[in-house]
DNA sequence: AAAAACATGGCAACTATTTACCAAGTTTCT
DNA sequence: AGAAACTTGGTAAATAGTTGCCATGTTTTT
């Protein structure tokens, strides 16, 4: 492979200027940029970016630590991500944690090692105290779905409680009085602040919060069909069903329909996050929509600003969701 | 950060012997080990991944090259791959390719600039002739979900003809005998090959494949639909539907649905792939499943044999698909 | 024509590590 | 006790660039 030993000397230039032309710090005259380029074309240079990065302590890399690679939300966050990053040259180092303390850790230690310039975490199950601390390292980090007052220009979210909000709002909008609410994990801040919007909107049209109609799930599929489960059996009749997401919304209508629920007809059900698959469920969901892939593209850019010095970006950090209407969710008669 | 020159000042021992420590390739005492160890903790030492890479000529990194970050495939392809390599201490670089030929040139010229050790692609524009010629360069290619023969030991893929077989053998066996079937484009050679299988499934049976029940479909849920239409208007009657991927079989799905179908009473649906909605679905559709996870997985041993030289690694080449059963493919009365 | 601005050369220090070498010292085996 | 095997030290070159400095030569401006 060339170096830039080689293409100094068959431009017939300095060392320095190669260095010049291809950091574009300094003026070269076109004349000498153009002779510069032809040796580098001549020889099939390609500059060694490991050396570059030894040189200049600069990796160009971003350390992106995920939950699971698989997953939903994941793929569209990483395409936000990386596509504005690689059209910086700046490349992206991924792995996960699995929402497991210690392998949260783990992933970040092992992104540290890898002398990237900035991380980008998706983490779960790690303290704020943790990264707060972290944050005081060398190394940047920036917070992808998760709010931290302490870093909150660091971090990048939905309004989760504007979102619950908007989620019951739609469902009110279309006559339903009785609406059962399935949350998530109250460990989760997102559950929590998904649950204070719903509040809200019941609220508002003077609805009493009916704790009989409340139900704590996982998150997962298995969480919706164990609430709506606890809902028949516990006979207080409702007509409309919210999920604080998408795959426990999927577990209800998978155990309503099995219980002889003609769906939408007998149920309405409304979702959240506006996962890939919710468009290919039947009825297909209507949900709130968790703009992922431009909360990604936002994450990067604050770091291209931050980080890489790149001017003239503006930063967002909280994001609105915004409902979607599908057809899971129907007029109350 | 501290360097080795610190770890050895202040352990008490030679430079050399720290390097020693820490790439394991000679015998270093106990005693020694631990002094050195201990010095690291001390000053909290890492390693700077970019100084060994460059002194090594080994970045310890493995590009990979997918179409699109998200869809339903690449997640689970990721993270078998990711999760290989990162147990061994490497890690992986990321970009898309876009399914488009400049796209994906650009893409694996980008990898190749961060110095890859190996470089894991799922190309589809890109043509064999130039993975050939790719292939003779420094950088190892490994090819997923592709076979090309020349490079036979470089790819990772399924047998499509088995498991287009396999499809039509699973709807054969449940007493179906007219059966319609989706294909993907004809360019594309797991579309041929899971046809070929298709048409071997049923001359077995002494059915003669039927062109008004065949349809060339795009592999999205617009070619379900459009080739349900298709089948419908032809008048010519059929029970059953083989589709060459599970987005094809979630637009018949629907499209059947909006136009009287009841299902899976009315009609046998078959899909392709297994892709994670597929069991979100209504019903919950049949399908071969496409072990991407493990094939990923399998990509990256072949990686730490060949380029690293692990031993004991034992390679798969072609994976073998099979059907999962779930609901939308019933018996034909 | 003088001054200022620009372009380039040449040099040297720096980045953190690997790798190879041989010599010297220390254990272990016989 | 002597030989063999193992462990460690010390050194030096190599990796491919970046960065900063100053000198020199060339344009451009005034």
Not at 103 to 120: P, Q, T, V, W, Y
């Amino acid at each position: 492979m060339a170096t830039i030993y080689q293409v100094s000397e068959l431009a017939g230039v300095s060392l320095a200027t190669v260095s010049r032309v291809l950091n574009k710090n300094t003026r070269v005259s076109d004349k000498t940029r153009e002779k510069v380029e032809n040796a580098m074309n001549e020889l099939g240079y390609r500059p060694n970016s490991i050396a570059q990065s030894l040189a200049s302590n600069r990796s160009n890399s971003v350390g992106i630590l995920v939950a699971e690679l698989h997953g939903p939300i994941f793929g569209h966050m990483m395409a936000g991500i990386e596509s504005e990053l690689r059209a910086a040259g700046k490349h992206v180092i991924i792995t996960t944690g699995h929402s497991e303390e210690e392998k949260e850790k783990d992933g970040i230690e092992f992104l540290l090692s890898r002398n990237c310039d900035a991380l980008i975490l998706h983490v779960e199950a790690v303290s704020d105290e943790f990264l707060i601390e972290l944050s005081k390292g060398t190394v940047p980090i920036y917070l992808m779905s998760r709010y931290v007052s302490e870093l909150k220009d660091h971090c990048i979210s939905i309004d989760n409680c504007l979102g619950g909000y908007l989620a019951t709002q739609a469902v009110l909008a279309q006559g339903h009085t009785d609406i059962a609410y399935i949350t998530g994990h109250q460990y989760k801040a997102d559950s929590v602040n998904r649950l204070i919007g719903h509040k809200k909107a019941l609220a508002e049209k003077n609805i009493a919060f009916d704790e009989n109609l409340f139900f704590v799930g996982d998150y997962k599929e298995t969480g919706g069909s164990a609430g709506l489960k606890h809902f028949i059996d516990n006979k207080r009749s409702f007509s409309a069903l919210v999920c604080a997401n998408d795959e426990m919304a999927s577990g209800a209508m998978k155990y309503a329909r099995e219980h002889g629920y003609e769906l939408p007809k007998d149920l309405s059900i409304m979702g959240f996050d506006n996962v890939i698959f919710a468009n290919y469920l039947y009825p297909k969901l209507t949900t709130i929509d968790n703009p992922v892939s431009d909360m990604g593209k936002m994450a990067a850019k604050l770091v291209l600003k931050t980080v890489y010095n790149q001017k003239n970006i503006e930063i967002q950090n909280i994001f609105e969701p915004k409902v979607i209407m599908r057809k899971s969710v129907i007029e109350h008669k």
